[in-house]
């Protein structure tokens, strides 16, 4: 069972992190984590706290209100009736501690692990603890794949390969016909439904200027048709439709006509350039077991793009975490929106996408890694030249 793994590796953190425990919070789906280790638990409406101790039995920290909806998850739960009751167990929980960790970020440096709020810091504190950030080791305990997970990983990048070049020649197949942005965004959520995958949002259809726009969204687009000529850019994401599969993430452009402009030409051959110098870096400090953090492999990127003169032009980080959720709770590289100076482990998963966003029209080529012992091997389709649609 997941949530007895998650456990045990949290202890394992826990013991070399000098950690009393690990104390998980969540209102109403303010804190995704608690859906990831406990799974979806439907119509609560009240705090819920479960506490992982690095010894002793795990518990449940639950209202009165809502212990039915637990009545599946085999671990020990105490009831509390009113706020009060609820601050009283809290420190009764944590009396003989002294360090813990919570979803907590100083200066909420990674919004993805700063989901408590202020008010609960505070209160926690009180008790007489230590809060200190769970961010590393939620990606050591909750982040790593196992060989399911990176198997269905590998097939849904297979699959994201096959569905955007039958997107490309869709688009040549029907240049005439006055095809828009959100027909190709349909025919490929088409594909994901033939293939039996899950999708949340997206995909990314864009042309020209509309793919310097990293979120461009096809449902608010202007209406444009494809004609020759125009630059096209498709970011795709999605899982296989089962509850433990992993998503995975590319994006490629295309050009409409026989020969690529040579400023498109020249913006891509640095981005994926950039894509590819991160990724042996990765693979250097590897195999001189030189430990490696997410925003060095982000600066690895930048500084490349920003010598040969499009530094402004490269506008998010160079990657982010991918696992369960598309953005996933993991190492992101990223030296730019956040600092991530999380380490780079084995186990876990992440995008590498530099990208150029000009006026006129943008460019990025994403890929996913997995983290292995020897480094990042590339587990989706590489985009290795710009794809020219007939």
Known sequence: MRINSIIQDARDFMIKSKLDGWLVYDYKGSNNLMLEILGQIENVTRPIFLWVPVSGQPLLLVSYVDLGQFSAIDLSKEIFVGRTDMVNKLQNLLKTKSNIAMEYSPFAELPKLSSVDAGTIELIKTFGVSVHSSADMVVYATQRWDNEGLDSHIQSGKILGEIVVKAFEFIGDNIDKGLKEIDVRDFIRKKFIDNKMFYDEGP???????????????????GREFKIGDWVLIDLWAKLD??????SDITWVGYIGSKVPSTNQKVFDIVINARDLAVSEINRRFEEDIPIYGWEVDKIARDYIDRLGYGDYFTHRLGHSIGLEVHASGVNLDGLETFDKRRIIPGIGLTVEPGIYLPEFGVRSEIDVYINNEGANVTTPVQKSVFIIN
């Open 242 to 247: 089962t509850m433990s599969s992993i998503f």
């Open 204 to 222: 990314v259809v864009a042309i020209n200027e509309h793919s310097s726009d990293p979120h461009f969204d096809p449902e608010i687009s202007d």
